[in-house]
C-alpha cells in the first residue's frame, strides 16, 4: 500500500515553454501534498504544501507564479512550472501524507521527475 | 530556525563493515522517521521513533531515538551493497503554528559500500 505516482518521470523541454508535474495517491486519500527540489547529492529542499482545495504554501524564496501548484482533489496535486528556463533544470519530487492514522505523519513519495530545460 | 544535521555526509566502507548515521535537531522532535534513497531513486520511509530512548530494528538496520528526543542514529550491521544510497533523517518541522505534517531534512549520508 501508500503508492505515489508522479509523472511524467522525465522532460526535456526549450526555455520558456511550461511543463506540467502530476502526482497522484493511489491507494490513500492524501490530506496534504509537498512538492520539493533536490540538487544532486543533496537534501530535499521544501518548495510547497498542497492541501486539497485551498492555496498552497509556498516556502521562503520560492516563486509561486512560477511554481503553479494545484490540489485538485485528495489523490491529486499538480506541480506547473510556467516559462521554464536552464536554471529550473532539477529533479522534482512530490510527496503525500495520509494524514490519519498511526502512519499519518509519514510521507510517501513519488518517483520524482527530472527536468532538463534547453 | 529548526535545525537537522546529519553526520557524516560521506560514508565509504568494504563490504561487511558497519556503518553508523547520527541526527541531530536543534529543537526537540515529537517522532524522527528515516528514509533511504537509492541511487536515481526517490526517498522510501524506513520507521519512524516515537517514544524517548527507542530502539527498533530492521534485520540489519538499527535505529535509536534519544532520550531527549533531540538525537537519533541508524546502524547498519555487516553492509551490503544493496544498503547502498543516501540515508535521510528528518523531523516534524516546528513552524510555531499549522505546519500541515511538514518535515525538516537533515542532509542525508551518502552510504557507498565497496564489493
Same mark, same amino acid.
Given at each position: 500500500?501508500?503508492?505515489?505516482? !508522479?509523472?511524467?518521470?522525465?522532460?526535456?523541454?526549450?526555455?520558456?515553454?511550461?511543463?506540467?508535474?502530476?502526482?497522484?495517491?493511489l491507494d490513500?486519500?492524501?490530506?496534504?501534498?509537498?512538492?520539493?527540489?533536490?540538487?544532486?547529492? !543533496?537534501?530535499?529542499?521544501?518548495?510547497?504544501?498542497?492541501?486539497?482545495?485551498?492555496?498552497?504554501?509556498?516556502? !521562503?524564496?520560492?516563486?509561486?507564479?512560477?511554481?503553479?501548484?494545484?490540489?485538485?482533489?485528495?489523490?491529486?496535486?499538480?506541480?506547473?512550472?510556467?516559462?521554464?528556463?536552464?536554471?529550473?533544470?532539477?529533479?522534482?519530487?512530490?510527496?503525500?501524507?495520509?494524514?490519519?492514522?498511526?502512519?499519518?505523519?509519514? !510521507?510517501?513519495?513519488?518517483?520524482?521527475?527530472?527536468?532538463?530545460?534547453? | 530556525?529548526?535545525?537537522?544535521?546529519?553526520?557524516?555526509?560521506?560514508?565509504?566502507?568494504q563490504e561487511?563493515?558497519?556503518?553508523?548515521?547520527?541526527?541531530?535537531?536543534?529543537?526537540?522532535?515529537?517522532?524522527?522517521?528515516?528514509?533511504?534513497?537509492?541511487?536515481?531513486?526517490?526517498?522510501?520511509?524506513?520507521?519512524?521513533?516515537?517514544?524517548?530512548?527507542?530502539?527498533?530494528?530492521?534485520?540489519?538496520?538499527?535505529?535509536?531515538?534519544?532520550e531527549a528526543?533531540?538525537?537519533?542514529?541508524?546502524?547498519? =550491521?555487516?553492509?551490503?551493497? =544493496?544498503?547502498?544510497?543516501? /540515508?535521510?533523517?528528518?523531523?516534524?518541522?516546528?513552524?510555531?503554528?499549522?505546519? /500541515?505534517?511538514?518535515?525538516?531534512?537533515?542532509?542525508?549520508?551518502?552510504? =557507498?559500500?565497496?564489493?
Amino acid at each position: 500500500g501508500a503508492v505515489v505516482s !508522479q509523472h511524467p518521470s522525465r522532460v526535456i523541454c526549450k526555455s520558456g515553454t511550461s511543463v506540467k508535474i502530476e502526482c497522484r495517491s493511489l491507494d490513500f486519500q492524501a490530506t496534504t501534498m509537498f512538492w520539493y527540489r533536490q540538487f544532486p547529492k !543533496q537534501s530535499l529542499m521544501l518548495m510547497a504544501t498542497s492541501n486539497e482545495g485551498s492555496k498552497a504554501t509556498y516556502e !521562503q524564496g520560492v516563486e509561486k507564479d512560477k511554481f503553479l501548484i494545484n490540489h485538485a482533489s485528495l489523490t491529486l496535486s499538480t506541480l506547473t512550472v510556467t516559462s521554464a528556463h536552464p536554471e529550473d533544470s532539477s529533479f522534482y519530487i512530490c510527496s503525500a501524507r495520509p494524514g490519519t492514522g498511526s502512519w499519518g505523519n509519514i !510521507q510517501y513519495f513519488g518517483a520524482g521527475t527530472r527536468l532538463s530545460v534547453l | 530556525g529548526q535545525q537537522v544535521m546529519q553526520i557524516p555526509q560521506y560514508q565509504h566502507v568494504q563490504e561487511g563493515e558497519d556503518f553508523t548515521t547520527y541526527c541531530n535537531s536543534s529543537t526537540t522532535l515529537s517522532n524522527i522517521q528515516w528514509y533511504k534513497q537509492r541511487p536515481g531513486g526517490h526517498p522510501v520511509f524506513l520507521i519512524q521513533l516515537v517514544k524517548s530512548g527507542e530502539v527498533k530494528k530492521q534485520k540489519r538496520l538499527t535505529f535509536q531515538f534519544g532520550e531527549a528526543k533531540k538525537n537519533s542514529s541508524l546502524h547498519i =550491521t555487516a553492509t551490503q551493497t =544493496t544498503d547502498v544510497g543516501t /540515508y535521510f533523517c528528518a523531523g516534524p518541522t516546528n513552524a510555531g503554528g499549522t505546519s /500541515y505534517g511538514k518535515l525538516t531534512f537533515g542532509q542525508g549520508t551518502i552510504l =557507498t559500500v565497496h564489493p
